[in-house]
């Protein structure tokens, strides 16, 4: 299919999601608008030519927990929304695209001006609050974008709400792959690239599967930077784990993570993140 047919395609998709909101969120339990949410998700997948695998979902948490994963594209946003909806902090610029923005705001989305610190106090109560009240909320402690190769190092600020609310967190990891069972950077929003630039390199990169491993969950404890750094293991294992394409092909990713971290328990020098052979290698 021609690459602006597929682009129309998108268009019309987020417009009847804006029709949906409009329409229906007012008349349907909270449950229902989760359920069409997801629904709504999933389908955007399908249109960007993206199928969702999710690993080790038994250990979900549904309520009151600070969700944190690793942050490759804009599209993780919807990913992790046709997993399970989740509200998002994500930066205040977002609120000014056109009907993404407007999708976000309705959707439950917290939005932070990063430039000023002050913002950040701000969030962090708002957060602690809406855990509290047993709501799930989802942060990119990165604070940016990666090409999803390697982590960058989590901040340390948003766990404070977890830590004031006494609520868990759970850690989560995000990985493309490619048709040929590699580690796709199709889908990475970095750099200078604009959003219609990133959109075209996703859908020519297709057809991808976005792989979801869902950690275990980690007590809060009473230091945000203890928190951030044992989330930051979590995810890292899982991405390791996930760049196995053997652990792929068999399904034993849990298995595979709790191996790197064990190792990473026994000697906290090496690397969690697979190597550059690793990714080469065909599932």
């Known amino acids: 299919m021609k690459l602006a047919v597929r682009k129309v395609r998108l268009v019309m998709h987020l417009l009847y999601g804006m029709w949906v909101i409009w329409t229906r969120f007012s008349r349907v339990s909270a449950q229902q608008r989760l359920e069409l949410n997801r629904a709504w998700s999933v389908r955007m997948l399908q249109l960007c030519?993206?199928?969702l695998v999710v690993h080790n979902d038994g250990a979900r948490l549904d309520e009151g927990a600070?969700?944190?994963?690793n942050h490759i594209s804009w599209i993780d946003i919807y990913v992790l929304n046709a997993w399970r909806p989740t509200p998002f902090v994500s930066k205040a610029e977002?609120?000014?695209?056109?009907?993404v923005g407007w999708l976000a705001e309705q959707l439950g989305t917290v939005f932070i001006q990063r430039e000023k610190r002050?913002?950040?106090k701000r969030i962090m109560h708002e957060l602690a609050n809406r855990l509290n009240a047993g709501e799930l909320m989802c942060v990119f402690p990165?604070?940016?974008t990666s090409d999803g190769l390697q982590l960058l190092p989590f901040h340390s600020n948003m766990f404070q709400a977890?830590?004031?609310a006494s609520r868990p967190v759970q850690p989560v990891c995000m990985m493309y792959e490619d048709a040929q069972g590699r580690q796709s950077t199709a889908p990475a929003y970095i750099g200078d690239l604009t959003l219609g630039q990133s959109l075209d390199a996703l859908l020519r990169g297709g057809p991808l599967t976005a792989h979801v491993y869902v950690g275990a969950p980690l007590a809060p404890g009473?230091?945000?930077r203890l928190l951030a750094a044992e989330a930051q293991a979590s995810v890292a294992a899982a991405l390791a784990a996930l760049q196995d394409p053997e652990a792929r092909r068999s399904g034993q990713i849990a298995d595979r993570t709790?191996?790197?971290?064990d190792a990473a328990a026994s000697n906290p020098q090496e690397p969690l993140t697979g190597s550059d052979a690793d990714l080469t290698r065909h599932a």
């Open 118 to 120: 002050s913002d950040a």
């Open 66 to 69: 600070l969700v944190v994963a």
């Open 142 to 144: 990165e604070g940016t």
């Open 94 to 99: 977002i609120r000014k695209w056109p009907v």
């Open 222 to 224: 009473a230091d945000r």
């Open 258 to 261: 709790q191996q790197f971290i």
């Open 162 to 164: 977890a830590v004031s």
């Open 49 to 51: 030519g993206m199928r």
